[in-house]
C-alpha cells in the first residue's frame, strides 16, 4: 500500500462531526437571519428571552442566567432598553440594584419570537417521520453526554441561540415513547380537581411539577399566579406546554426536559411540589421521593396523586410494584407534616362495575422553630 492509499480516507465532508457542524452552522445562520427581519441580533434575542421569563431580575442575575460577563449582558439591556423593549427600575431602598421587565413592546415583540421558534420547530418536524425525530434526539442526547456538554454547561449555552427553550438534563429511553404518544394522541387539559382544592386558598409562589406531560396541572397553576416550572422527559410533551401557556398569554414557564429518575430539584426552592400519576420503579421511588420533598420550602406543600395498588388492571401500570398505597406515601415522605392521606374512588366512563382507585398525599414541610 502506498503513503498516499495509507493517508487517504474518507472525505472530510462525511466525516459525522463534519456533518453535525454544518447542521448547526445552517440552523444558525437560518436563525440570524430570522432575527434580522426583527431587528435583533441572536444575544439580543436571549437577552430579552432571559428578562420576560424572570421579570425584575437584576443584571448580575441576568449575566448568569446567559452564562456571560455582566457587562455584555450590560450592552445588550442598554440596546434594547434604547428601543422601548426594557425598562429598569431599582429596588426598594437600593438605588446601586437595577432591576429589569420587558416593556408592552417588549412582550409583544417576544410573543413574534416565538412563533418565529415554533415555526422552526415545525418546519424541521416536516423533515422528520416522529420516530426519526425522537431518534436523533436520544442520539444527540447521547453525544452530549459523551462530550461532557451538560456537565460543563447545564443550565444554558453562552448567549443561547437555539430555537427551543428548554433546559436540559439526562433523558432515557422512555422518552421516544412519551414524546409518540404526546404527538399522536390527543391528552387531558383539566387540572386534577383534588389540586385545584388545595392549592385554590394557598398565595402563590413558585412551584415544580415533576412529569408534567403536557401541562395540565402547570397550566392552571400559571393562570393562578404561579411561577412554574415543567419538568418531564418528552420535549414534545414540553413543547405543548409553551406553546398553550403563550396562547393563554401567560408567563412563559420554566421547562427541563429530564430524566425523573435522575433528576434533582434544587433543594427547597419551592412552594409547591406536584407528583401527579407518576409510577416509576420501586427502587428509582426512593430517590425520586427524597428529591421531590427536598424541593419543598419549610411551610411549601408537596401533592402527589396515584394509581393504588388496588387500581391493578383498571388504570395506572401492570406491574404492582409500581403502584401506590397509603403506607407506601406515608413512609416516603415521613419528613414532611402529613395533612391528607386518602383513598380515592371514581367511575370510569364506559360505567364499568369496578372504580378505579387513587391515592392522595398532600403535606407540608415544617418551618424552623426558633432556638
Known amino acids: 500500500m502506498s503513503s498516499r492509499e495509507r493517508a487517504s480516507g474518507a472525505p472530510l465532508e462525511q466525516d459525522l462531526g463534519f456533518r453535525l457542524s454544518r447542521i448547526s452552522r445552517t440552523l444558525r445562520r437560518q436563525w440570524r437571519d430570522e432575527l434580522a427581519d426583527l431587528d435583533l441580533a441572536p444575544p439580543e434575542a436571549a437577552t430579552l428571552r432571559a428578562i420576560v421569563e424572570h421579570p425584575g431580575c437584576a443584571l448580575r442575575a441576568l449575566a448568569r442566567l446567559l452564562a456571560t ?97 428548554h433546559q436540559h438534563h439526562s433523558t432515557t429511553d422512555a422518552a421516544a415513547m412519551w414524546n409518540e404518544r404526546f404527538a399522536r394522541d390527543g391528552w387531558a387539559k383539566e387540572p386534577d380537581e383534588e389540586l385545584v382544592e388545595l392549592a385554590s386558598p394557598l398565595a402563590p409562589g413558585d412551584a415544580i411539577d415533576l412529569g408534567c406531560g403536557t401541562g395540565r396541572n402547570a397550566l392552571w397553576l400559571a393562570r393562578h399566579g404561579w411561577r412554574v416550572t415543567g419538568v418531564d422527559g418528552s420535549i414534545v410533551g414540553l413543547d405543548e406546554l409553551r406553546r398553550d401557556a403563550l396562547a393563554l398569554e401567560l408567563a412563559s414557564p420554566t421547562t427541563i426536559i429530564a430524566d425523573l429518575a435522575a433528576y434533582e430539584p434544587p433543594r427547597e426552592s419551592f412552594d409547591l411540589v406536584v407528583l401527579a400519576n407518576i409510577h416509576v420503579a420501586p427502587e428509582q421511588r426512593p430517590a425520586l421521593f427524597a428529591g421531590a420533598a427536598g424541593a419543598v420550602r419549610p411551610g411549601g406543600h408537596l401533592y402527589v396523586i396515584g394509581h393504588h395498588l388496588d387500581a391493578l388492571g383498571l388504570a395506572g401500570p401492570p406491574d404492582p410494584q409500581r403502584l401506590y398505597t397509603e403506607a407506601v406515601l406515608e413512609a416516603g415522605f415521613s419528613n414532611l407534616t402529613i395533612e391528607r392521606l386518602e383513598r380515592l374512588e371514581r367511575r370510569l366512563e364506559d360505567g364499568g362495575d369496578h372504580p378505579v382507585v387513587d391515592v392522595l398525599f398532600w403535606a407540608t414541610k415544617p418551618t424552623a422553630v426558633a432556638a
Open 69 to 165: 460577563d455582566p457587562m455584555s449582558a450590560k450592552r445588550c439591556v442598554d440596546g434594547l432598553e434604547r428601543r422601548g423593549l426594557v425598562a429598569s427600575g431599582h429596588r426598594a431602598g437600593d438605588r446601586r440594584s437595577r432591576t429589569l421587565r420587558a416593556s408592552d413592546a417588549g412582550l409583544a415583540l417576544f410573543a413574534t419570537l416565538n412563533e418565529r421558534l415554533r415555526e422552526r420547530e415545525r418546519h424541521l418536524a416536516r423533515l422528520l417521520a416522529p420516530n426519526r425525530r425522537s431518534a436523533l434526539e436520544l442520539a444527540l442526547a447521547d453525544l452530549e453526554r459523551g462530550l461532557d456538554i451538560e456537565a460543563a454547561n447545564n443550565e444554558r449555552e453562552p448567549m443561547n441561540e437555539s430555537p427551543t427553550n
